[in-house]
């Protein structure tokens, strides 16, 4: 407990307050403010429950998924509390230097999370996706609601927007607007 006091985001906090309340709501206040949280995602009583934070280095991942099951009595309590992945680049050079997932017994579920990470094009984030198990098996769709969540949390994030579909495209050009003529097409293949 004293060690995640030593933290920035509490050490520039000062309230003259009883102690004990004063360290609860901090750490509290501190937890909260620092993970984007997706929209739950509900189907057949399971919930699924993104989260997207700015990181580091691997060792900062760690730190943050341990910080979340000891400060959250919810995800401790979770089937499945953090189904994972991470991508860490230099920022000099932009080059990957560490990438990791954790599947955290709904395999291969931090695989697809740090294949959206890798689609996507995000860096120095970590993803946390947690599942509270309903009780009835969803099979493949538990990947999509994985992924889904996943998706939301780096949205509410900033870590990037959502890419438009046909349909907004559609009604770009019906409007008269030529932004989607921009000339910036994608590249098609295999992933780097």
Request: net charge positive; glycine share 8%.
């Amino acid at each position: 407990m004293y060690r995640r006091l030593q933290s920035q985001a509490l050490q520039t906090t000062s309230v003259n307050v009883h102690r004990h309340f004063t360290t609860f709501s901090m750490i509290q206040a501190a937890s909260k403010v620092e993970w984007a949280v997706s929209e739950p995602i509900t189907d057949r009583k399971s919930v699924f429950l993104g989260r997207a934070i700015a990181i580091t280095s691997s060792a900062d991942a760690h730190e943050r998924l341990r910080d979340l099951r000891e400060n959250d009595k919810r995800v401790a309590k979770a089937t499945h509390p953090h189904i994972c992945a991470w991508r860490v680049s230099d920022p000099a050079t932009g080059v990957i230097v560490d990438q990791e997932y954790d599947d955290n017994g709904e395999a291969p579920g931090g695989e697809r999370i740090l294949a959206l990470l890798e689609m996507v094009g995000v860096t120095n984030v970590l993803v946390a996706v947690t599942r509270w198990y309903g009780g009835t098996q969803l099979g493949s769709d538990r990947f999509k609601h994985i992924s889904s969540a996943a998706q939301g949390a780096l949205e509410k994030g900033g870590f990037f927007e959502k890419k438009r579909g046909k349909k907004d495209k559609n009604s770009q050009q019906q409007t008269g607007s030529s932004a989607s003529s921009s000339g910036s097409k994608k590249k098609k293949g295999k992933r780097k």
